[in-house]
Structure formats: structure tokens, C-alpha cells
């Protein structure tokens, strides 16, 4: 079992940054592949980025691609979203995600152990 918390989300102006931490409890931390998605309301969970076990790949969503980077620490059992030039369409519950094998992906079905969000507003 792993459980997954957020934290780093807030209000922002537009072109403004944040940084997002998971923090995961359990020993596999660092075979697991981690991905962030987010949900704005009224709208289907949205891929936006994925890591793969030991954070030599990534992949990223067209929609983040260049502003936002995913980082992992496997020492502190942390994955990261450092988002920058930040919009008012970013605006969404941004959760992480933890896939129990190795490699990254984009589909959301695959996996398995979920944080219970944490709220980033831009403001235009």
C-alpha cells in the first residue's frame, strides 16, 4: 500500500510559478513510476506529466510541454511538478499518481494509488 499526499498548490497570477511536491509513504517508491494529472470542474481528469522509476524519462502533456518540468527524489520519496509561466486554463485539482511498475505513462486507468488533490487557481 502506498499512500501519496500533496502539498505546494495555491492562487497565482498568470505567468506566475508554484511547485507541486507528492510526498510517498513505502519502500517501492523508487520502482514505481509516478505521473501528475489534473481535473478542472465540470471537465474529465487530464493527463500532465509522468516519470519513469529512476526519472530518466519523462513525458509531458502538448498542453505543459516547456513551461512545466516533473522531477523525482527517490531518498525522500517525493515526486515534484514545478510549473512555470503558469495560466488561467491551468487552473485545476492537481493530483499524483503512482503506477506500480517501472515506466511512464499518460493513461490515467494504469494507475493504481492516488493523492487526494491539491488546488492550484491562476488568475488572469
Known amino acids: 500500500q502506498v499512500q501519496l499526499v500533496e502539498s505546494g498548490g495555491g492562487l497565482v497570477q498568470a505567468g506566475g510559478s508554484l511547485r507541486l511536491s507528492c510526498a510517498a509513504s513505502g519502500r517501492t517508491f523508487s520502482s514505481y513510476a509516478m505521473g501528475w494529472f489534473r481535473q478542472a470542474p465540470g471537465k474529465e481528469r487530464q493527463f500532465v506529466a509522468a516519470i519513469n522509476w529512476s526519472g530518466s524519462r519523462t513525458y509531458y502533456a502538448d498542453s505543459v510541454k516547456g513551461r512545466f518540468t516533473i522531477s523525482r527524489d527517490n531518498y525522500k520519496n517525493t515526486v515534484y511538478l514545478q510549473m512555470n509561466s503558469l495560466k488561467p486554463e491551468d487552473t485545476a485539482v492537481y493530483y499524483c499518481?503512482?503506477?506500480?511498475?517501472?515506466?511512464?505513462?499518460?493513461?490515467?486507468?494504469?494507475?493504481?494509488?492516488w493523492g487526494q488533490g491539491t488546488q492550484v487557481t491562476v488568475s488572469s
Open positions: 499518481a503512482a503506477r506500480t511498475t517501472p515506466y511512464e505513462t499518460g493513461n490515467y486507468a494504469l494507475y493504481t494509488y
